[in-house]
Protein backbone atom coordinates (compact mmCIF):
# COMPACT_ATOMS: atom_id res chain seq x y z
CA UNK A 1 0.00 0.00 0.00
CA UNK A 2 1.37 3.20 -1.09
CA UNK A 3 1.48 6.78 1.22
CA UNK A 4 -1.41 7.85 -1.57
CA UNK A 5 -3.62 4.73 -0.93
CA UNK A 6 -3.04 5.56 2.73
CA UNK A 7 -4.29 9.12 2.27
CA UNK A 8 -7.49 8.12 0.04
CA UNK A 9 -8.25 5.45 2.80
CA UNK A 10 -8.24 7.65 5.52
CA UNK A 11 -10.88 10.18 3.19
CA UNK A 12 -12.59 6.94 2.24
CA UNK A 13 -15.77 7.63 4.76
CA UNK A 14 -15.99 11.13 3.88
CA UNK A 15 -15.87 10.70 0.64
CA UNK A 16 -18.82 7.53 0.64
CA UNK A 17 -20.80 10.12 2.90
CA UNK A 18 -20.29 12.71 -0.18
CA UNK A 19 -18.90 15.09 2.26
CA UNK A 20 -15.67 16.18 0.63
CA UNK A 21 -14.88 19.23 -2.14
CA UNK A 22 -15.61 18.39 -5.35
CA UNK A 23 -12.39 18.22 -6.14
CA UNK A 24 -10.98 15.95 -3.49
CA UNK A 25 -13.36 13.40 -4.42
CA UNK A 26 -12.02 13.51 -7.98
CA UNK A 27 -8.33 13.18 -7.03
CA UNK A 28 -10.21 10.24 -5.11
CA UNK A 29 -11.92 9.00 -8.03
CA UNK A 30 -8.70 8.98 -10.15
CA UNK A 31 -6.84 7.06 -7.77
CA UNK A 32 -9.52 4.72 -7.65
CA UNK A 33 -9.19 3.82 -11.11
CA UNK A 34 -6.05 2.84 -11.28
CA UNK A 35 -5.38 1.26 -7.76
CA UNK A 36 -7.56 -2.47 -7.88
CA UNK A 37 -7.34 -2.75 -3.74
CA UNK A 38 -8.12 0.51 -3.36
CA UNK A 39 -10.98 0.00 -4.80
CA UNK A 40 -11.70 -3.38 -3.82
CA UNK A 41 -11.81 -1.41 0.04
CA UNK A 42 -14.24 1.20 -1.25
CA UNK A 43 -16.49 -1.59 -2.20
CA UNK A 44 -16.27 -3.22 1.41
CA UNK A 45 -17.34 0.07 2.81
CA UNK A 46 -19.92 0.89 0.24
CA UNK A 47 -21.98 -2.50 0.70
CA UNK A 48 -21.36 -2.09 4.86
CA UNK A 49 -22.62 1.19 4.70
CA UNK A 50 -26.00 -0.12 2.10
CA UNK A 51 -25.70 -3.39 4.10
CA UNK A 52 -26.76 -2.07 7.24
CA UNK A 53 -29.12 0.32 5.92
CA UNK A 54 -31.01 -2.66 3.82
CA UNK A 55 -31.41 -4.65 7.48
CA UNK A 56 -33.15 -1.60 9.37
CA UNK A 57 -35.35 -1.49 6.43
CA UNK A 58 -36.30 -5.04 6.36
CA UNK A 59 -35.53 -6.13 9.97
CA UNK A 60 -39.67 -7.03 11.65
CA UNK A 61 -38.23 -6.18 14.88
CA UNK A 62 -37.48 -2.29 14.06
CA UNK A 63 -40.77 -1.71 11.65
CA UNK A 64 -43.81 0.24 13.84
CA UNK A 65 -47.39 -1.54 14.19
CA UNK A 66 -50.12 0.04 12.10
CA UNK A 67 -52.43 0.40 15.70
CA UNK A 68 -49.46 2.95 16.91
CA UNK A 69 -49.17 4.52 13.60
CA UNK A 70 -52.84 5.28 13.88
CA UNK A 71 -52.83 6.18 17.27
CA UNK A 72 -50.42 8.55 16.97
CA UNK A 73 -51.93 10.31 13.88
CA UNK A 74 -55.39 10.71 16.23
CA UNK A 75 -53.25 12.31 18.96
CA UNK A 76 -50.81 14.70 16.64
CA UNK A 77 -54.28 15.79 15.08
CA UNK A 78 -55.67 16.27 18.36
CA UNK A 79 -52.70 18.35 19.39
CA UNK A 80 -52.94 20.03 16.16
CA UNK A 81 -56.75 21.10 16.87
CA UNK A 82 -55.91 22.50 20.34
CA UNK A 83 -52.74 25.05 19.12
CA UNK A 84 -55.45 26.47 16.67
CA UNK A 85 -54.37 24.76 13.74
CA UNK A 86 -56.38 24.36 11.10
CA UNK A 87 -57.14 20.84 10.30
CA UNK A 88 -59.58 19.85 7.73
CA UNK A 89 -63.25 18.52 9.43
CA UNK A 90 -62.59 15.19 7.49
CA UNK A 91 -59.24 14.45 8.91
CA UNK A 92 -60.76 14.55 12.64
CA UNK A 93 -63.56 12.37 10.79
CA UNK A 94 -60.86 9.89 9.66
CA UNK A 95 -58.88 10.08 13.15
CA UNK A 96 -62.23 8.97 14.38
CA UNK A 97 -62.89 6.09 11.97
CA UNK A 98 -59.49 4.87 12.18
CA UNK A 99 -60.33 4.75 15.95
CA UNK A 100 -63.21 3.02 15.85
CA UNK A 101 -61.79 0.46 13.56
CA UNK A 102 -58.94 0.13 16.15
CA UNK A 103 -61.55 -0.49 18.96
CA UNK A 104 -63.33 -2.34 16.77
CA UNK A 105 -60.35 -4.67 16.24
CA UNK A 106 -59.98 -4.80 12.67
CA UNK A 107 -56.44 -3.53 12.14
CA UNK A 108 -55.26 -0.66 9.77
CA UNK A 109 -52.42 -1.64 7.44
CA UNK A 110 -52.60 1.96 6.22
CA UNK A 111 -54.86 5.12 6.85
CA UNK A 112 -56.38 5.96 3.66
CA UNK A 113 -58.59 9.31 3.28
CA UNK A 114 -60.57 10.38 -0.31
CA UNK A 115 -60.38 14.07 -0.51
CA UNK A 116 -59.65 16.43 -3.32
CA UNK A 117 -56.68 17.34 -0.38
CA UNK A 118 -55.16 13.95 -0.51
CA UNK A 119 -53.93 15.42 -4.61
CA UNK A 120 -52.88 18.22 -3.10
CA UNK A 121 -50.73 17.09 -1.09
CA UNK A 122 -49.48 14.55 -3.42
CA UNK A 123 -49.14 17.41 -5.81
CA UNK A 124 -46.69 19.49 -3.31
CA UNK A 125 -44.75 16.64 -2.83
CA UNK A 126 -44.87 16.14 -7.12
CA UNK A 127 -43.14 19.48 -6.85
CA UNK A 128 -40.95 18.98 -4.22
CA UNK A 129 -39.26 16.55 -6.18
CA UNK A 130 -39.19 18.56 -9.63
CA UNK A 131 -37.17 21.23 -7.55
CA UNK A 132 -35.15 19.24 -5.53
CA UNK A 133 -34.25 16.53 -8.76
CA UNK A 134 -34.78 18.77 -12.00
CA UNK A 135 -33.74 22.08 -10.85
CA UNK A 136 -31.05 21.78 -8.02
CA UNK A 137 -29.80 18.13 -6.89
CA UNK A 138 -30.68 18.36 -3.38
CA UNK A 139 -32.01 14.72 -3.40
CA UNK A 140 -31.08 12.41 -0.26
CA UNK A 141 -30.76 9.45 -2.43
CA UNK A 142 -29.15 8.69 -6.57
CA UNK A 143 -31.59 8.43 -8.29
CA UNK A 144 -31.86 4.82 -10.35
CA UNK A 145 -32.70 3.82 -13.75
CA UNK A 146 -36.45 3.13 -14.22
CA UNK A 147 -35.88 -0.61 -15.25
CA UNK A 148 -33.92 -0.86 -11.58
CA UNK A 149 -37.07 0.66 -10.39
CA UNK A 150 -39.15 -1.71 -11.66
CA UNK A 151 -37.57 -4.52 -11.01
CA UNK A 152 -37.35 -3.60 -7.27
CA UNK A 153 -40.71 -1.17 -6.73
CA UNK A 154 -42.65 -1.23 -9.26
CA UNK A 155 -43.25 -2.47 -12.44
CA UNK A 156 -45.22 -0.38 -14.42
CA UNK A 157 -42.01 2.27 -14.79
CA UNK A 158 -40.18 -0.08 -17.07
CA UNK A 159 -43.38 0.74 -19.46
CA UNK A 160 -42.15 4.69 -19.36
CA UNK A 161 -38.88 3.69 -20.91
CA UNK A 162 -39.85 4.50 -24.13
CA UNK A 163 -42.82 6.80 -23.69
CA UNK A 164 -42.83 9.50 -26.08
CA UNK A 165 -44.84 12.82 -26.76
CA UNK A 166 -47.57 12.51 -29.27
CA UNK A 167 -45.94 15.82 -30.73
CA UNK A 168 -42.59 17.01 -30.33
CA UNK A 169 -43.52 19.98 -32.76
CA UNK A 170 -45.24 22.27 -30.30
CA UNK A 171 -46.15 25.94 -31.19
CA UNK A 172 -44.01 27.52 -28.89
CA UNK A 173 -40.95 25.37 -30.27
CA UNK A 174 -39.28 21.78 -29.80
CA UNK A 175 -40.27 19.45 -26.54
CA UNK A 176 -37.57 17.29 -25.79
CA UNK A 177 -36.98 14.60 -23.43
CA UNK A 178 -33.58 14.60 -21.85
CA UNK A 179 -33.95 12.36 -18.79
CA UNK A 180 -35.90 9.14 -17.17
CA UNK A 181 -34.95 7.64 -14.05
CA UNK A 182 -36.68 7.17 -10.52
CA UNK A 183 -36.27 8.91 -7.78
CA UNK A 184 -37.11 9.52 -3.73
CA UNK A 185 -38.79 12.78 -2.58
CA UNK A 186 -39.86 12.26 1.29
CA UNK A 187 -39.90 9.04 1.51
CA UNK A 188 -42.34 8.45 -2.12
CA UNK A 189 -40.84 7.25 -5.18
CA UNK A 190 -41.64 8.55 -8.33
CA UNK A 191 -40.87 7.97 -12.45
CA UNK A 192 -39.51 10.87 -13.63
CA UNK A 193 -39.46 12.23 -17.11
CA UNK A 194 -37.72 15.01 -17.38
CA UNK A 195 -38.77 17.50 -20.25
CA UNK A 196 -37.41 20.56 -21.89
CA UNK A 197 -39.47 23.02 -23.93
CA UNK A 198 -38.97 26.84 -23.99
CA UNK A 199 -35.76 26.48 -22.84
CA UNK A 200 -37.70 25.69 -19.26
CA UNK A 201 -37.42 21.92 -17.00
CA UNK A 202 -41.16 20.69 -17.31
CA UNK A 203 -41.00 17.19 -15.03
CA UNK A 204 -43.30 14.63 -15.92
CA UNK A 205 -43.90 13.04 -12.15
CA UNK A 206 -45.67 9.17 -11.82
CA UNK A 207 -46.66 8.08 -8.59
CA UNK A 208 -47.43 4.65 -7.90
CA UNK A 209 -50.74 4.28 -5.92
CA UNK A 210 -49.07 1.33 -3.90
CA UNK A 211 -46.03 3.77 -3.69
CA UNK A 212 -48.18 5.61 -1.10
CA UNK A 213 -48.94 2.45 1.44
CA UNK A 214 -45.21 2.97 3.12
CA UNK A 215 -46.33 6.34 3.64
CA UNK A 216 -48.35 8.71 5.89
CA UNK A 217 -49.46 10.79 2.54
CA UNK A 218 -53.24 10.84 2.11
CA UNK A 219 -53.67 9.59 -1.23
CA UNK A 220 -55.82 10.41 -3.98
CA UNK A 221 -57.90 7.02 -5.78
CA UNK A 222 -60.10 9.38 -7.28
CA UNK A 223 -59.95 9.29 -10.85
CA UNK A 224 -59.66 12.51 -12.52
CA UNK A 225 -59.30 13.70 -16.16
CA UNK A 226 -56.23 16.03 -16.92
CA UNK A 227 -57.03 19.14 -15.06
CA UNK A 228 -54.96 21.91 -13.74
CA UNK A 229 -54.06 22.67 -9.97
CA UNK A 230 -53.58 25.18 -7.96
CA UNK A 231 -49.93 26.60 -8.41
CA UNK A 232 -47.54 25.33 -5.99
CA UNK A 233 -45.32 28.24 -5.09
CA UNK A 234 -44.33 29.49 -9.36
CA UNK A 235 -44.85 25.59 -10.47
CA UNK A 236 -47.96 25.18 -12.55
CA UNK A 237 -49.49 21.90 -11.82
CA UNK A 238 -51.28 19.69 -14.26
CA UNK A 239 -52.19 16.44 -13.41
CA UNK A 240 -54.33 13.41 -14.34
CA UNK A 241 -54.74 9.23 -13.52
CA UNK A 242 -53.20 6.57 -15.51
CA UNK A 243 -53.52 2.90 -14.26
CA UNK A 244 -53.10 2.11 -10.84
CA UNK A 245 -51.03 5.80 -11.22
CA UNK A 246 -51.33 9.75 -10.51
CA UNK A 247 -49.32 12.20 -13.12
CA UNK A 248 -48.12 15.09 -12.49
CA UNK A 249 -46.97 17.60 -15.10
CA UNK A 250 -44.96 20.52 -13.39
CA UNK A 251 -43.15 23.61 -14.54
CA UNK A 252 -42.33 27.04 -13.88
CA UNK A 253 -43.34 27.95 -17.38
CA UNK A 254 -47.00 30.23 -17.93
CA UNK A 255 -49.82 27.48 -17.03
CA UNK A 256 -51.07 27.44 -20.65
CA UNK A 257 -47.65 25.76 -21.39
CA UNK A 258 -47.77 23.23 -19.01
CA UNK A 259 -51.38 22.57 -20.24
CA UNK A 260 -50.19 22.11 -23.52
CA UNK A 261 -47.28 20.16 -22.84
CA UNK A 262 -50.00 18.42 -20.85
CA UNK A 263 -51.74 17.36 -23.35
CA UNK A 264 -49.33 15.41 -25.58
CA UNK A 265 -47.94 13.52 -22.78
CA UNK A 266 -51.44 12.20 -21.47
CA UNK A 267 -52.51 9.67 -23.96
CA UNK A 268 -49.14 8.01 -24.45
CA UNK A 269 -48.28 7.47 -20.53
CA UNK A 270 -52.07 6.55 -20.00
CA UNK A 271 -51.78 4.44 -22.59
CA UNK A 272 -47.92 3.08 -21.48
CA UNK A 273 -49.07 1.91 -17.70
CA UNK A 274 -52.70 0.77 -18.94
CA UNK A 275 -50.30 -2.18 -20.76
CA UNK A 276 -47.68 -2.14 -18.14
CA UNK B 1 -48.94 27.01 24.41
CA UNK B 2 -46.52 28.28 21.86
CA UNK B 3 -46.82 26.72 18.59
CA UNK B 4 -48.98 26.68 15.25
CA UNK B 5 -51.57 29.01 15.04
CA UNK B 6 -54.04 29.44 12.20
CA UNK B 7 -52.30 32.52 11.15
CA UNK B 8 -48.75 30.98 11.33
CA UNK B 9 -47.26 30.42 8.40
CA UNK B 10 -46.55 26.54 9.15
CA UNK B 11 -49.61 24.18 8.76
CA UNK B 12 -50.63 21.04 9.65
CA UNK B 13 -50.70 20.18 5.90
CA UNK B 14 -47.13 21.36 6.12
CA UNK B 15 -46.40 19.22 8.86
CA UNK B 16 -48.19 16.30 7.72
CA UNK B 17 -46.04 16.36 4.47
CA UNK B 18 -42.78 17.38 5.63
CA UNK B 19 -42.59 15.38 9.08
CA UNK B 20 -44.99 12.37 8.52
CA UNK B 21 -43.25 10.69 6.24
CA UNK B 22 -40.58 9.95 8.53
CA UNK B 23 -42.18 8.53 10.97
CA UNK B 24 -41.29 4.48 9.96
CA UNK B 25 -37.42 5.71 9.90
CA UNK B 26 -37.85 7.77 13.30
CA UNK B 27 -39.20 4.08 14.83
CA UNK B 28 -36.74 2.67 13.83
CA UNK B 29 -33.65 4.57 15.10
CA UNK B 30 -35.42 5.01 18.34
CA UNK B 31 -36.33 1.35 18.53
CA UNK B 32 -32.81 0.32 18.36
CA UNK B 33 -31.64 3.04 20.49
CA UNK B 34 -34.18 1.79 23.24
CA UNK B 35 -34.19 -1.94 22.38
CA UNK B 36 -37.96 -1.56 24.29
CA UNK B 37 -40.79 -1.25 21.81
CA UNK B 38 -43.37 0.58 24.67
CA UNK B 39 -40.38 2.91 25.23
CA UNK B 40 -39.99 3.63 21.59
CA UNK B 41 -43.22 4.22 20.65
CA UNK B 42 -43.06 6.62 23.63
CA UNK B 43 -40.23 8.66 22.23
CA UNK B 44 -41.45 8.20 19.01
CA UNK B 45 -44.68 9.83 20.12
CA UNK B 46 -43.05 12.47 22.04
CA UNK B 47 -40.79 13.90 19.25
CA UNK B 48 -43.71 14.45 16.93
CA UNK B 49 -45.98 16.18 19.47
CA UNK B 50 -42.92 18.69 19.93
CA UNK B 51 -41.64 18.91 16.60
CA UNK B 52 -45.62 19.83 15.95
CA UNK B 53 -45.26 22.46 18.93
CA UNK B 54 -42.25 23.70 17.30
CA UNK B 55 -42.77 23.33 13.50
CA UNK B 56 -42.58 26.83 12.62
CA UNK B 57 -38.90 26.80 13.62
CA UNK B 58 -37.97 24.37 10.94
CA UNK B 59 -36.97 25.59 7.21
CA UNK B 60 -38.65 24.60 4.73
CA UNK B 61 -35.84 22.96 1.93
CA UNK B 62 -33.63 21.39 4.55
CA UNK B 63 -33.21 18.19 5.82
CA UNK B 64 -36.78 17.40 8.04
CA UNK B 65 -35.56 14.05 9.16
CA UNK B 66 -32.32 15.20 10.67
CA UNK B 67 -34.20 18.14 12.28
CA UNK B 68 -36.81 15.70 13.69
CA UNK B 69 -33.24 12.98 14.73
CA UNK B 70 -32.14 16.08 16.65
CA UNK B 71 -35.62 16.23 18.78
CA UNK B 72 -35.86 12.71 19.12
CA UNK B 73 -31.85 12.42 20.91
CA UNK B 74 -32.18 15.64 22.44
CA UNK B 75 -34.98 14.38 24.29
CA UNK B 76 -34.16 10.63 25.04
CA UNK B 77 -31.02 12.46 26.46
CA UNK B 78 -32.93 14.56 28.76
CA UNK B 79 -34.60 10.72 30.16
CA UNK B 80 -31.87 9.73 30.70
CA UNK B 81 -30.54 12.30 32.81
CA UNK B 82 -33.99 12.33 34.67
CA UNK B 83 -34.26 8.63 35.05
CA UNK B 84 -30.86 8.20 36.51
CA UNK B 85 -27.67 9.48 37.35
CA UNK B 86 -25.99 9.73 33.50
CA UNK B 87 -23.24 7.15 33.69
CA UNK B 88 -20.60 8.58 31.45
CA UNK B 89 -19.53 6.15 28.67
CA UNK B 90 -16.16 5.71 29.27
CA UNK B 91 -13.28 7.37 27.02
CA UNK B 92 -14.48 5.16 24.36
CA UNK B 93 -12.63 6.41 21.63
CA UNK B 94 -9.41 5.87 23.32
CA UNK B 95 -10.12 2.08 24.05
CA UNK B 96 -11.16 1.31 21.01
CA UNK B 97 -8.53 3.40 19.06
CA UNK B 98 -6.14 0.56 20.86
CA UNK B 99 -8.27 -2.74 19.51
CA UNK B 100 -8.49 -1.93 15.83
CA UNK B 101 -5.12 -1.24 14.52
CA UNK B 102 -5.92 -3.96 12.26
CA UNK B 103 -8.81 -3.81 9.91
CA UNK B 104 -10.19 -7.62 8.64
CA UNK B 105 -11.78 -7.07 4.83
CA UNK B 106 -15.36 -6.84 4.33
CA UNK B 107 -16.95 -10.22 3.79
CA UNK B 108 -18.95 -10.51 0.47
CA UNK B 109 -22.60 -12.47 1.90
CA UNK B 110 -23.51 -10.29 4.86
CA UNK B 111 -27.19 -11.27 6.30
CA UNK B 112 -29.21 -8.65 8.08
CA UNK B 113 -28.60 -10.65 11.51
CA UNK B 114 -24.58 -10.40 10.56
CA UNK B 115 -25.07 -6.37 10.54
CA UNK B 116 -27.06 -5.87 13.45
CA UNK B 117 -25.99 -8.45 15.50
CA UNK B 118 -22.38 -6.57 14.98
CA UNK B 119 -23.24 -3.31 15.17
CA UNK B 120 -24.94 -4.08 18.30
CA UNK B 121 -21.39 -6.22 19.37
CA UNK B 122 -19.52 -2.12 19.56
CA UNK B 123 -19.96 0.30 22.05
CA UNK B 124 -23.12 2.47 22.02
CA UNK B 125 -21.59 5.83 20.85
CA UNK B 126 -20.65 3.99 17.64
CA UNK B 127 -23.55 2.24 17.19
CA UNK B 128 -25.14 6.00 16.96
CA UNK B 129 -22.55 7.55 14.84
CA UNK B 130 -23.13 4.77 12.15
CA UNK B 131 -26.86 4.78 12.39
CA UNK B 132 -26.89 8.83 11.91
CA UNK B 133 -24.58 8.46 9.19
CA UNK B 134 -25.17 5.50 7.20
CA UNK B 135 -28.86 4.88 7.48
CA UNK B 136 -30.08 8.83 8.47
CA UNK B 137 -27.67 9.58 5.64
CA UNK B 138 -26.98 12.62 8.11
CA UNK B 139 -24.31 15.20 7.33
CA UNK B 140 -21.51 15.25 10.16
CA UNK B 141 -22.81 19.02 10.94
CA UNK B 142 -26.05 17.48 11.47
CA UNK B 143 -24.95 14.58 13.42
CA UNK B 144 -22.75 16.84 15.49
CA UNK B 145 -26.04 19.14 16.26
CA UNK B 146 -27.97 16.05 16.87
CA UNK B 147 -25.80 14.54 19.71
CA UNK B 148 -24.18 17.62 20.66
CA UNK B 149 -20.88 16.80 19.94
CA UNK B 150 -17.97 18.25 17.93
CA UNK B 151 -17.76 17.66 14.54
CA UNK B 152 -14.05 16.42 15.16
CA UNK B 153 -15.88 13.60 17.47
CA UNK B 154 -18.04 12.45 14.88
CA UNK B 155 -15.28 11.88 12.57
CA UNK B 156 -13.08 10.32 14.71
CA UNK B 157 -15.96 7.94 16.08
CA UNK B 158 -17.38 7.37 12.57
CA UNK B 159 -14.26 5.93 11.44
CA UNK B 160 -13.10 4.09 14.24
CA UNK B 161 -16.32 2.98 15.03
CA UNK B 162 -16.58 1.51 11.66
CA UNK B 163 -13.65 -0.15 12.12
CA UNK B 164 -14.67 -1.69 15.16
CA UNK B 165 -18.24 -2.94 13.49
CA UNK B 166 -15.34 -4.82 10.58
CA UNK B 167 -13.66 -6.69 13.74
CA UNK B 168 -16.88 -7.59 14.75
CA UNK B 169 -18.24 -9.08 11.96
CA UNK B 170 -15.04 -10.53 11.33
CA UNK B 171 -15.18 -12.44 14.93
CA UNK B 172 -18.87 -13.36 14.58
CA UNK B 173 -18.15 -14.92 10.93
CA UNK B 174 -15.50 -16.95 12.70
CA UNK B 175 -17.99 -18.03 15.77
CA UNK B 176 -21.04 -18.29 13.83
CA UNK B 177 -22.85 -15.56 16.75
CA UNK B 178 -26.22 -14.30 15.77
CA UNK B 179 -27.75 -12.18 17.90
CA UNK B 180 -28.19 -8.51 18.66
CA UNK B 181 -31.79 -8.00 17.32
CA UNK B 182 -33.88 -5.65 19.51
CA UNK B 183 -35.50 -7.53 22.55
CA UNK B 184 -38.28 -5.94 24.69
CA UNK B 185 -37.08 -5.51 28.45
CA UNK B 186 -33.47 -4.00 28.07
CA UNK B 187 -33.36 -0.97 27.08
CA UNK B 188 -29.71 0.19 26.34
CA UNK B 189 -27.42 1.66 29.13
CA UNK B 190 -30.06 0.66 32.16
CA UNK B 191 -28.48 -2.97 32.61
Request: with cysteine; glycine share 6%; net charge negative.
Amino acid sequence: MTAECREVRELADAYLSEQLLVETMHDIVRHLEGCLACRAEFDGRRRLRTGMKAAFERVPELQPRAEFQARLRARLEAEAAATAVQVPPWRHWGALAASLLLVAGLGIGTLTWLSGSSLAALARLAVGDHENCALTFRLAQKPISLEQAAEVYDAAFRSLQTVEPVTTALPGGPLEVVDRHSCVWNEVRFAHLVLRYKATIVSVIVASDAGATASWIPWARLDHEASALPAVGTEQVVSFRGARHTVFVVSSLPAADVQAVARVMTEPVKRALAGA
Amino acid sequence: MAGLSSSSPASWEGFETEALPHLDRLFRLAMWLERDRQTAEDLVQDTLIQALKSFHRYTPGTNCRAWLVTILQHLRSNRRRAAFRHREVQDVDDTIAETVAFVPAVAQDLTDEDMLGALRGIPEPFQDIIILCDVEDMTYKEIAEALSIPIGTVMSRLHRGRAALRKELAARAGTGAQDGLPAAGSPRGTS
